[in-house]
């Protein structure tokens, strides 16, 4: 793994602007690079990155399957009671997935260590989809980059062929909040796959769905609403006043994912299969074993961007983020270092579709500390 300059492109922003990417540029500073890349070999890729992706996805499934029959790992994740019901009917139910991304810490050397499993609003899917590969065939265009160079990623056709697995008998709701550009771009993105395979769509400001006198959910048209997207955490979801009117089969990502976009997920799976290669050493935060991890970082169970996160060595804070999640439980989880370089600290975003893992998208911030002022960095597969 090593981190390489590029021309830019110089076109790349009217590309950008072209296919719906307004968000290349937030908070006033750059979001995309355009003129670097990171490099891997293929065996770093299939042997580091993929296969232990798809591992971790499965040990995660077994995990929700033992989580959901004990309430006592339930009230661990602080799951609300009262959607204990409605997130054991969707498990049971079979309920389809989609998407997750797994956070990875790797520096080039060594097994790749989990992070935190994003599984249920994951974005940066458009950028590690699409536009990194639209950066690739445009490098490879203008001879900055050999024919052949490869990425891993097959997301784009995996996504497509997961839309394909759910029926088309119905039409697709997509809710977002639609004022954000960043949220609305990740789902229109989405409701393009989805339409690639088959489905009608439909766009839902997510603040415009209401209930009618039976309890249905209803779209801004008072269409009764049977199967949604949703790029809003069932954590929030969870505790809101019309949760009572959740039911499984409708909703995607289902109610069971509940269970992995929860950092409390990182113990769990450490008391089960401590040592594993790709897992670190993970307590929740009353546990005697979190303080005598020596370098360790503290996050909040439902943290989300970064947000109060701290980072303390031999009991002192070297790094600490503000936010809004410093209420909660939390987890301790032992300190991995990211690949660090000239762009800053890398973190891989491993995805997996369906239950494959089907592309990668690095993400780089200048602190230890990945947060929501992180830049997306394109990637390629070398020969070498």
Not at 183 to 202: S, W
Not at 270 to 280: C, D, Q, T, V, Y
Request: aromatic residues 10%; hydrophobic residues 45%.
């Amino acid at each position: 793994m090593r981190r390489i300059a590029v021309p830019e492109r110089p076109d790349w922003r009217d590309q950008a602007r072209a296919v719906g990417f307004g968000f290349h540029t937030m908070y006033g500073a750059p979001y995309w690079v355009d003129d670097a890349a990171y490099a891997f070999s293929l065996a770093e890729i299939e042997d580091r990155i993929e296969d232990p992706s798809e591992q971790l996805h499965a040990l995660c499934l077994d995990l929700v399957a033992e989580v959901v029959a004990d309430n006592r790992a339930l009230r661990r994740l602080a799951i609300p009671e009262t959607a204990w019901d409605v997130v054991r009917a969707s498990w049971e139910a079979g309920d389809r997935h989609l998407y997750g991304r797994f956070d990875l810490a790797y520096d080039g050397t060594g097994p790749a260590k989990l992070l935190e499993y994003n599984a249920d609003t994951p974005t940066s899917i458009f950028e590690a989809a699409f536009f990194q590969h639209n950066w690739l065939i445009g490098q490879q265009a203008a001879g900055v980059l050999p024919p052949g160079t490869d990425q891993f990623n097959l997301l784009q056709e995996c996504l497509v062929e997961a839309f394909a697995h759910f029926p088309r008998d119905r039409l697709f709701h997509f809710a977002c909040w639609t004022d954000n550009p960043e949220d609305r771009g990740t789902v229109a993105y989405l409701m393009d796959c989805a339409a690639q395979a088959g489905h009608q769509v439909h766009l839902l400001d997510i603040r415009a769905i209401g209930t009618d006198q039976a309890g249905h959910f209803t779209d801004e048209a008072d269409r009764v609403i049977t199967r949604c997207f949703k790029l809003y955490p069932w954590e929030d979801l969870l505790r809101e006043p019309f949760a009572r009117a959740l039911a499984p089969g409708i909703w995607v990502e289902p109610p069971w994912k509940a269970l992995l976009s929860n950092k409390g997920i990182l113990p769990l799976l450490w008391e089960r299969h401590a040592g594993h290669p790709n897992l670190l050493p993970a307590f929740f935060a009353d546990d005697p074993q979190a303080a005598a991890l020596d370098h360790a970082v503290v996050k909040p169970v439902f943290g989300r961007e970064g947000g109060n996160v701290a980072i303390r060595r031999n009991g002192t804070v070297t790094d600490r983020t503000g936010g809004d999640y410093a209420d909660g439980p939390q987890i301790v989880q032992a300190y991995a270092p990211l690949f660090a370089g000239e762009g800053g600290h890398a973190v891989l975003g491993s995805w997996v579709v369906g239950d494959r893992a089907a592309g990668l998208g690095v993400r780089e911030d200048a602190g230890r500390i990945t947060r929501d002022s992180t830049r997306f960095v394109p990637h390629i597969i070398t020969a070498d």
